[in-house]
């Protein structure tokens, strides 16, 4: 029986998520709910994380090590630094990165850390699922390096020095670490946004108008890639 595990970051990313599932029996553990799911044979586990790279590595790990998810998707929201991407796109990261992670003092490049690698590659069995849901209905998937931080991007400046230093084509806080985590433990992970704003001055008034229809958006992508899942 298939363990797949779905992670958002915020409440907004997950209840469209759940309204999409039959009933959800509830599991309390680490401060957070997990929502497990049975649904056409399979086992889903479906959980907010709470933001930051911190929070999301925490929740993918419990899914791994505790529920025993086999597949790991996170679902979300992001700002769009690629000025080919607006308000409501889908985009697939390709392989994620940590903007934040800075030893250059050393030596090291932006956003290396000894041991592990600049880019964390998401799953191309995932990815290719989530490319034939496009195709099949009619969706425009774009791709790309999705990088992130523990800080909501709301500037010309930062946003272009993200795009220079790490060619990024979004910006969110959650997905390199939930990579991390299941490139650590050998899980396949499939990293999928959309946008809610363009990581500028603006961002924030962005962020609040369209979290909600973005969300919407991105949960129902993933429900059509779980029904190719199980
Ligand atoms: N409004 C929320 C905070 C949202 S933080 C509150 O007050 O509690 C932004 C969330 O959306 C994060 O989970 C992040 O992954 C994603 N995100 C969307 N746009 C972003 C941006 N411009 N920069 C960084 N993260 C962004």
Redesign the pocket.
């Known amino acids: 029986m298939i363990k797949i595990g779905i992670i958002g970051?915020?409440e907004e990313e997950i209840t469209p998520i759940l309204a999409l599932f039959p009933q959800a029996q509830e599991i309390a553990l680490g401060g957070n709910v997990f929502y497990h799911i049975a649904y056409k044979g399979a086992e889903i586990y479906v959980a907010y994380s709470k933001?930051g790279k911190v929070h999301s590595a925490i929740t993918a790990s419990t899914m791994i090590l505790r529920f025993g998810c086999e597949k790991v998707i996170f679902c979300?929201?992001?700002?769009g630094l690629d000025t080919d991407l607006a308000v409501g796109d889908l985009l697939l990261g390709s392989k994620l990165c940590q903007h934040d992670v800075d030893i250059s003092a050393f030596g090291h490049p932006l956003g290396f850390i000894p041991e592990s690698r600049v880019f964390i590659e998401t799953d191309e069995n995932l990815n290719a699922i989530a490319r034939q849901v496009a195709l099949e209905s009619n969706i425009t998937l774009k791709e790309g390096i999705i990088a992130s931080g523990d800080?909501?991007?709301?500037s010309k400046e930062k946003k272009q020095w993200i795009i220079e230093n790490f060619g990024a084509a979004a910006?969110?806080?959650?997905g390199a670490s939930v990579a991390v985590v299941c490139d650590s433990f050998k899980v396949p992970c499939c990293i999928l946004r959309s946008i809610?704003?363009s990581?500028d001055g603006a961002?924030d008034v962005s962020?609040?108008e369209f979290l909600d229809s973005s969300a919407r958006i991105g949960a129902n992508f993933v429900k059509q890639m779980i029904d190719r899942l199980v």
């Open positions: 970051a915020m933001i979300g929201v992001a700002g800080a909501f991007i709301h910006v969110e806080m959650e809610s704003d990581a961002a962020f609040d």
